[in-house]
Nanobody, 123 residues
């Protein structure tokens, strides 16, 4: 069993930055796919970014080079550096681990979800 715990959300003004963290309790071994999704009530959860065990990263079009995903193997922690934040980025952000390392883009199949961390961007 794997437990994912996010932190780092908060409230910032437009143009500001936040760095989300996701600590994975349990052992992630071998090949993997990790990523971030976001959701507002009443809408489907949408993919933001993903990274696989080979270090390949993928981003949603709306990220537009503003966000950077990374994974620290020594700390078992996934990160999302978010810069140039916009009011449209206001959402609950969820950490996720996929079922398969070779399916790691877009809305990849998720085996484990974190509980979410709220990001609020004011204009």
């Amino acid at each position: 069993q794997l437990q994912l715990t996010e932190s780092g959300g908060g409230s910032v003004q437009s143009g500001g930055s936040l760095k989300l963290s996701c600590l994975a309790y349990g052992y992630i071994y071998g090949l993997y796919c990790m990523g971030w999704f976001r959701q507002v009530p009443g809408r489907e959860r949408e993919p933001v970014a993903s990274i696989d065990s080979d270090g390949h990263t993928r981003y949603a079009d709306f990220v537009k080079d503003r966000f950077t995903i990374s994974y620290d193997n020594a700390k078992n922690t996934l990160y999302l550096q978010m810069d140039s934040l916009e009011p449209g980025d206001t959402d609950m952000y969820y950490c996720a681990k996929g079922w398969r390392a070779d399916v790691c883009s877009g809305s990849f199949p998720v085996r484990y979800w974190g509980q979410g961390t709220q990001v609020t961007v004011s204009s």
